[in-house]
T-cell receptor
Framework: DAGVTQSPTHLIKTRGQQVTLRCSPK?????VSWYQQALGQGPQFIFQ???????QRGNFPDRFSGHQFPNYSSELNVNALLLGDSALYLC???????????????FGNGTRLTVT | KQEVTQIPAALSVPEGENLVLNCSFT??????LQWFRQDPGKGLTSLLL?????REQTSGRLNASLDKSSGRSTLYIAASQPGDSATYLC???????????FGTGTRLKVLA
């Protein structure tokens, strides 16, 4: 049973550049969430995708955007990179439960982004 | 605004000890609470999920309790082992949202 896979594992970019991170959800999952984790901090919610739509967004600027594909995989795009965007970016998948929000998250190993 | 706090920030114990990690949250309107483990430079591994209507969940040597009215959860680890060394994070899913709000974690080191 394949878990959540993310690519690439590490990435180094220069200020002002753009980056795309990719995520394949756990088999059977249809919902993808993205989190940013700075060193020594807990993950911060960026947004969640379901049925190819962004259905909730955290407190992140419009430079952060995403996409979900028909096969449920997802991309996170960050434009105009800042030094402060350096972090571990985590993708989490879950299975939509129509009757409630109580769906556990399954995380990938993340993409370590360094902005110089 | 929901805030999640974990105490202690770091803990070092000898192998074999039973230990308790604490998590508190400011708003009791949650759908569930989830405990995770994170190894250095890695993603998060789900340990236990407690629904808002439940009081506790158990998996092997782990037991998590939830007191929603007081905004507290504890993770109990029995007979700790060096392999338990990791950062433990708790996260709550606020009612009416799809997100989880995380604490900053407890960094645990179990000495052989």
């Amino acid at each position: 049973d394949a878990g959540v896979t993310q690519s690439p594992t590490h990435l180094i970019k220069t200020r002002g550049q753009q980056v795309t991170l990719r995520c394949s959800p756990k088999s059977g999952h249809d919902t993808v969430s993205w989190y940013q984790q700075a060193l020594g901090q807990g993950p911060q919610f960026i947004f969640q995708y379901y049925e190819e739509e962004e259905r909730q967004r955290g407190n992140f600027p419009d430079r952060f955007s995403g996409h979900q594909f028909p096969n449920y995989s997802s991309e996170l795009n960050v434009n105009a990179l800042l030094l402060g965007d350096s972090a571990l970016y985590l993708c989490a998948s879950s299975l939509e439960v129509k009757s409630s929000y109580n769906s556990p998250l399954h995380f990938g190993n993340g993409t370590r982004l360094t902005v110089t | 605004k929901q805030e999640v706090t974990q105490i202690p920030a770091a803990l070092s114990v000898p192998e074999g000890e039973n230990l308790v990690l604490n998590c508190s949250f400011t708003d009791s309107a949650i759908y569930n609470l989830q405990w995770f483990r994170q190894d250095p430079g890695k993603g998060l591994t789900s340990l236990l999920l407690i629904q808002s209507s439940q009081r506790e969940q158990t998996s092997g040597r782990l037991n998590a309790s939830l007191d929603k009215s007081s905004g507290r959860s504890t993770l109990y680890i029995a007979a700790s082992q060096p392999g338990d060394s990791a950062t433990y994070l708790c996260a709550v899913s606020p009612s009416g949202t799809y997100k989880y709000i995380f604490g900053t974690g407890t960094r645990l080191k179990v000495l052989a």
